[in-house]
């Protein structure tokens, strides 16, 4: 009896994979998505880099604006095992920041 009881337990349970993409990644946790973030990051860094080659008339701040505009692109939009990058951590917390965090309510006394 116990046996059949442990079978109808196993047959029970449900199974839920952890960290099954639907998606193709180029690299765990950076697709076709998180590139074209990265571009718009990195597309960012070339005025810069622009501003940066008339103010000093070096080509080593450009290098470094256009290498390191590529490295946070890619950096802030890679998504971890939460299926989070450092872009939506940040975009949380300036959403948390900007919401309400006082209510102002009377308690009232249940029992009266």
């Not at 960290?19 to 990265?38: C, H, I, L």
């Not at 880099?49 to 290098?63: D, E, N, R």
């Not at 946070?72 to 450092?86: E, P, R």
């Not at 975009?91 to 009232?108: A, L, T, V």
Request: charged share 20%; no cysteine.
């Amino acid at each position: 009896m116990s046996n059949q009881n442990n079978n109808e337990n196993e047959k029970l349970k449900l199974y839920i994979p952890m960290n099954v993409r639907n998606r193709v990644d180029f690299f765990p946790g950076f697709g076709a998505k998180e590139a074209r973030e990265a571009l718009t990051i990195f597309a960012f860094f070339i005025p810069v880099a622009i501003i940066a080659y008339i103010i000093t008339g070096q080509s080593l701040p450009v290098v470094i604006a256009l290498f390191g505009g590529g490295f946070l692109g890619v950096t802030f939009t890679t998504k971890d095992a939460l299926n989070l990058s450092v872009l939506d951590y940040l975009k949380d917390s300036i959403n948390f920041m900007n919401s309400q965090k006082n209510y102002k309510y009377k308690p009232k006394n249940e029992y009266e």
